[in-house]
T-cell receptor
Framework: AAGVIQSPRHLIKEKRETATLKCYPIPRHDTVYWYQQGPGQDPQFLISFYEKMQSDKGSIPDRFSAQQFSDYHSELNMSSLELGDSALYFC?????????????FGPGTRLTVL | GDSVTQMEGPVTLSEEAFLTINCTYTATGYPSLFWYVQYPGEGLQLLLKATKADDKGSNKGFEATYRKETTSFHLEKGSVQVSDSAVYFCALLTPGGGKSTFGDGTTLTVKP
């Protein structure tokens, strides 16, 4: 079965640079979620989109922005990168319109800021 | 807000020992409950889930029962293997497809 796809899988950036992470949800899923997992930490919710509209917002820094496109894929844009942004970024998708009771997680993008 | 409290780790067991990792939650409404496993350097894998009270989730010898009266979802396995060594996260999903809230994770090490 198709799973959530994230790209790139690994990304290395310098401080103050920008990064764009992409997420391709499971086909027909209408909701995308972004999570950040720092070293030794549990995943923290950043933001979610339902039917291309932002539906919930967590602890996402103002330097980050995200959107969901007409084909339901989502991009997380991160600017003015800081060392503390080094983390594993997960995307998850669900079919909220059908009363989703499970989020399916992608493999994550490991971002390293030098 | 919603929260998940997991038994503090790390947990070290010998092969074939019995495993319990405690998890309790606080939530409004009736969340779905999950256990995820994360191997070093890898992503989150869904281990098992339960969507309503008294449901039992099971997979690969692991089990957990949704106990509404005690707001708990403890993970158990009768006989652990070295390959079970990983970090285990308990999580809840807000009803209606909202965000997931995770516990702090419990690191399990199984020694031969």
């Amino acid at each position: 079965a198709a799973g959530v796809i994230q790209s790139p899988r690994h990304l290395i950036k310098e401080k103050r640079e920008t990064a764009t992470l992409k997420c391709y949800p499971i086909p027909r899923h209408d909701t995308v979620y972004w999570y950040q997992q720092g070293p030794g930490q549990d995943p923290q919710f950043l933001i979610s989109f339902y039917e291309k509209m932002q539906s919930d917002k967590g602890s996402i820094p103002d330097r980050f922005s995200a959107q969901q496109f007409s084909d339901y894929h989502s991009e997380l844009n991160m600017s003015s990168l800081e060392l503390g942004d080094s983390a594993l970024y997960f995307c998850a998708s669900s079919l909220r319109g059908a009363g989703a009771d499970t989020q399916y997680f992608g493999p994550g993008t490991r971002l390293t800021v030098l | 807000g919603d929260s998940v409290t997991q038994m503090e780790g790390p947990v070290t067991l010998s092969e074939e020992a019995f495993l319990t990792i405690n998890c309790t939650y606080t939530a409004t409404g009736y969340p779905s409950l999950f256990w995820y496993v994360q191997y070093p350097g890898e992503g989150l894998q869904l281990l098992l889930k339960a969507t309503k009270a008294d449901d039992k989730g099971s997979n690969k010898g692991f089990e957990a029962t949704y106990r509404k009266e005690t707001t708990s979802f403890h993970l158990e396995k009768g006989s652990v293997q070295v390959s079970d060594s990983a970090v285990y996260f308990c999580a809840l999903l807000t009803p209606g497809g909202g965000k997931s809230t995770f516990g702090d994770g419990t690191t399990l090490t199984v020694k031969p």
